[in-house]
């Protein structure tokens, strides 16, 4: 297999731009219904999580599935009627809430309130999270800068070993990758209520890294080629450089994704969208590396070489 | 040769530390793994301490450590984090709505003497305030039709406890000189009191408190946060001495659970600074449980599918890339140990994810080694120049996500930190296994073994030499 990324960089160029786009438009329109890109969690706004099965070693205590028009009633009762439930569960024993931040006491009575209702619930596997919405906003500007830091550490890196439009081109790609990685689970937030978690900004944050990675070894391939081959030209150098690194690049990603699907498809809960999440940058990352970062430092360095040129054939 | 077998008396001893280290200690999970509580308490300022200083915060943090401890809680730990918040985690606890009514209750005790001349301003009071918390409760039995109402009932009830504070003498003594708290069931009835002891200067307090008002029909109030408990009137045969003994009890009709909670809060003393409980993470001990064991299950197939898949892909250097492997994975979790990460649900996942980064060194190496065989170098230069050329690239991409990892300590919380601490470790132990056991063991194999160096295609099927 041999790749001609020079030759179609305009189609992959297109393709990567229309997908940013959608992903863009994806934000906006989950911007206009939640006020925030991605369907938050309460991780980032605030509020009470109550996660809680019957206990079925009772007898007769599951016999029948927890309804969910009854637990609204609960809800309202309680005065929260902007509370959602959900049941989940084989035989529907599973209930989970969420509120505005309840205090210890509106959890407790709720909770008595439930059982008082559906019958006794099993204390080892309640689950609570409550988050206060300063909390919330801290973890993600916390989160938000620990992303530009790192930003900003591998521009200086990359720019040491390499050059300045190395990195600049670097970060482009990565841009690219966590967008439409975010932009996939801003439509999944839309479509099948997907929310962000703080796991997803560390699954953003690797993402990155692994990214950059990718478009390491092939700028240090590029640089390599670029030095035993002077004469060639620049595209012929990415090319080749691209093409050496092909089977790496495909079996590092498989083998980097094969656990991770194996998580996404056995791990537990809070893992799969984690997963998810990373097995998409991932495969963006690959391609990114391979399509984008190099294809736009060839199309950079050829400019930069006809603006150079140019005073010399107009002198002539 | 001799450089070979010096590498790998080392990597023996390594593993041999390795070995003693997880047979010897153990890794401590995460709540999120064994399950348990975890709260975070914001200290806030009031009107006359408006900053927070290390001191208060401190002494905030012993308090809520004696309370912890009257929980009764196994191993719990109680941490400040940043300049005005503690973290306190609680593991396996069973009641996480106790820990927190207990952790996050300010429990100010103060004992205050009636003022004179105030008997029956104090019996009307005390009547309306009787009358109000009837009234809330009835409307509480339908809370969202009288939602306006309650509000207005709670606002006079406010304003009532207020003006009974203000009819009593400001407090003599309080909570901090107490020295036992704990409940027990009242003579009368099913209800429970809290019975108290005073150290010695609160004892001759106490006893002075009670002479002053010993037979005077004035109360004594027990506040407790500024709301009165109860206010017995203290018999005239005390007149003379006062109460002595320094003995207490508080009854204000408590049920089991509210004594309980009311002695712990008592003994774990008065908090210098209001607190909030702003973040409460609790998770089940069974869920906890499903979930360590699916990520277990989940990690092991992923990393055996790995495993096979540089055999199969890369022979001979993917077998013994297996071996690093295995011997990576081994180390990395005894620096776990050793480094006292706690293993988290996303510590899982670096660890995962620095397994994907070992697997790259390695992927990198022998792509490059086949590409020197290629070439038509001799396998012994071909793995040597394989890990020369490829170690640039390792390096690079390596100290990126070095960098990442850092910006992920210094600015991120407890989760975030967490996964940078274990994917850092593992791409640094990464880094290792590739570059020092891969490289011995494949020289080993190729030095030691001559009809090994006679077979490439042992490191790369079809192998074609070009000119």
Redesign the interface.
């Known amino acids: 297999m041999k790749l001609n990324v020079i030759k179609q960089r305009y189609f992959w160029w297109l393709l990567s731009a229309l997908t940013v786009i959608i992903s863009l438009l994806a934000m906006i329109v989950s911007y206009l219904q939640f006020e925030a890109p991605l369907r938050p969690s309460l991780d980032f706004v605030g509020g009470t999580r109550l996660q809680l099965e019957l206990d079925c070693s009772i007898p007769q205590n599951c016999d029948e599935p927890i309804a969910i028009s009854e637990v609204q009633e609960i809800l309202e009762a309680q005065g929260l009627p902007d509370a959602r439930a959900q049941v989940f569960g084989e035989n529907e024993t599973g209930l989970s809430i969420r509120a505005q931040t309840l205090d210890v006491e509106e959890r407790s009575e709720l909770q008595d309130a439930l059982e008082a209702n559906f019958g006794q619930f099993d204390p080892t596997t309640i689950q609570i999270d409550t988050v206060g919405p300063t909390i919330g906003e801290e973890l993600f500007t916390s989160g938000i800068l620990a992303l530009l830091v790192s930003f900003f550490g591998i521009i200086v890196y990359i720019s040491i070993r390499f050059q300045l439009d190395y990195a600049i081109f670097a970060i482009l790609a990565l841009f690219h990758d966590a967008l439409i990685t975010a932009g996939v689970f801003s439509i999944l937030g839309l479509v099948a209520m997907v929310e962000v978690d703080s796991l997803f900004l560390v699954a953003l944050l690797t993402i990155i890294g692994f990214s950059v990675n990718d478009t390491v070894v092939i700028y240090d391939r590029i640089r390599e080629t670029g030095q035993q081959e002077p004469e060639a030209s620049i595209a012929k150098v990415v090319d080749d450089a691209v093409n050496q690194t092909l089977t790496r690049s495909i079996n590092t990603t498989l083998t980097t994704i094969l656990p991770l699907l194996a998580i996404l498809l056995f791990g537990g809960e809070t893992l799969k969208e984690f997963a998810l999440a990373l097995i998409i940058g991932f495969l963006l990352g690959a391609y990114s590396s391979i399509f984008l970062a190099s294809t736009l430092l060839a199309w950079w360095r050829e400019r930069q070489e006809t603006t150079q040129q140019k005073p010399f054939s107009e002198q002539v | 040769m001799q450089q070979q077998r010096t590498a790998i008396a080392l990597i023996f001893v390594l593993l041999i530390g390795a070995l003693v280290v997880l047979t010897q200690l153990s890794v401590p999970l995460g709540l999120?793994l064994r399950?348990g509580?975890q709260l975070?308490i914001?200290v806030q300022t009031t009107e006359e301490i408006t900053d927070i200083t290390q001191d208060r915060l401190e002494s905030v943090k012993r308090v809520i450590q004696n309370r912890v401890d009257g929980l009764g809680v196994s191993e719990p730990i109680v941490q400040t984090v940043g300049g005005d918040r503690i973290s306190v985690q609680l593991p396996g606890v069973?009641?996480?709505?106790q820990a927190?009514?207990v952790l996050?209750g300010t429990a100010q005790l103060e004992f205050r003497a009636q003022k004179e001349g105030t008997d029956q301003e104090f019996q009307e009071k005390f009547l309306t305030r009787d009358q109000l918390e009837a009234q809330l409760e009835e409307l509480r039995e339908n809370?969202?039709e009288n939602?306006a109402e309650i509000e207005e009932t709670l606002e006079e009830l406010d304003q009532v406890n207020q003006e009974i504070l203000d009819l009593f003498e400001p407090a003599a003594l309080t909570g901090s000189q107490l020295e036992q708290a704990r409940a027990q069931p009242a003579q009368a009835g099913n209800n429970w009191q809290v019975q108290i002891r005073f150290d010695q200067e609160g004892g001759s307090k106490f006893a002075e408190l009670t002479r002053n008002i010993a037979g005077t029909g004035r109360g004594l109030g027990i506040f407790l946060d500024d709301e009165l408990v109860s206010a017995p009137t203290v018999s005239s045969q005390y007149a003379d001495r006062g109460i002595t003994g320094g003995s207490a009890t508080i009854s204000g009709g408590f049920t089991v659970q509210e004594a309980e909670d009311l002695a712990i809060q008592l003994r774990g003393g008065s908090l210098p600074l209001p607190v909030?409980?702003?973040?409460?993470?609790?998770?089940?001990?069974?869920?906890g449980q499903?979930?360590?064991q699916?990520?277990i299950?989940?990690?092991l197939?992923?990393?055996i599918?790995?495993l096979v898949?540089?055999g199969v892909?890369y022979r001979l250097p993917g077998l013994i890339a297996d071996l690093a492997l295995s011997i990576y994975a081994l180390l990395t979790f005894a620096a776990y140990v050793l480094v006292g990460v706690t293993l988290t649900?996303?510590g899982?996942?670096g660890f995962?994810?620095s397994?994907?980064?070992a697997?790259?060194a390695n992927?990198?190496i022998f792509?490059r080694t086949r590409?020197e065989l290629r070439a038509g170098k001799t396998l012994y230069r071909a793995v040597e120049g394989g890990f020369y050329?490829a170690f640039?690239?390792i390096l690079?991409?390596n100290?990126?996500?070095l960098?990442?990892?850092?910006?992920?300590f210094?600015?991120?919380?407890g989760?975030?930190r967490g996964?940078a601490v274990t994917?850092a470790i593992g791409v640094l132990i990464s880094l290792f296994t590739a570059l020092t056991c891969t490289r011995t063991f494949l020289l080993f194999a190729v030095l030691g073994f001559p009809t090994i160096r006679k077979k490439p295609e042992l490191f790369c099927p079809n192998l074609a030499v070009q000119k």
């Open positions: 999120d399950g509580a975070t914001q069973s009641d996480p709505a927190e009514r996050g809370s969202e939602q909030e409980i702003v973040e409460n993470r609790t998770v089940g001990a069974t869920l499903e979930s360590i699916r990520s299950y989940a990690s197939s992923g990393l599918l790995v898949f540089m892909y649900l996303p899982i996942a995962i994810l397994i994907g980064m697997v790259d992927v990198l792509e590409e050329r640039s690239s690079d991409s100290v990126t996500t960098i990442a990892c850092a910006a992920l210094w600015l991120g919380s989760l975030v996964f994917l």
